[in-house]
């Protein structure tokens, strides 16, 4: 059982960076992908970023250009930076990680993007 820590979520005023961060509990971190994704109230949830094992990143169209997934294997743990947010980005978002058939979850942490 992988268990994940979020933190760094909060009010920021459009335009503004927060970074959310995902520690991981598991040791063989470096072999699991990993994902944010997000829940906007009376939405489905979403893939925000995911990170392979290997580094390779992928994003949301919404997001392209102004959030950057990264991963510290050494921490074992995952970073969303959030650049130029918009009202659009209010919503929980939730630490993923990925082995196989295996799927974690963190309890999430909100992010509120107002001004």
């Known amino acids: 059982q992988v268990q994940l820590v979020e933190s760094g979520g909060g009010l920021v005023q459009p335009g503004g960076s927060l970074r959310l961060s995902c520690a991981a509990s598991?040791?063989?971190?470096?072999?699991?992908?990993m994902g944010w994704y997000r829940q906007a109230p009376g939405k489905q949830r979403e893939l925000v970023a995911g990170?392979?094992?290997?580094?390779?990143?992928n994003y949301a169209d919404s997001v392209k250009g102004r959030f950057t997934i990264s991963r510290d294997n050494a921490k074992n743990t995952v970073y969303l930076q959030m650049n130029s947010l918009k009202p659009e980005d209010t919503a929980v978002y939730y630490c993923?990680?990925?082995?196989?058939?295996?799927?974690?979850w963190g309890q999430g942490t909100q992010v509120t993007v107002s001004s």
């Open positions: 990170i392979s094992s290997g580094g390779n990143t």
């Open positions: 993923n990680a990925k082995l196989r058939l295996l799927r974690y």
């Open positions: 598991e040791t063989n971190f470096s072999i699991y992908a």
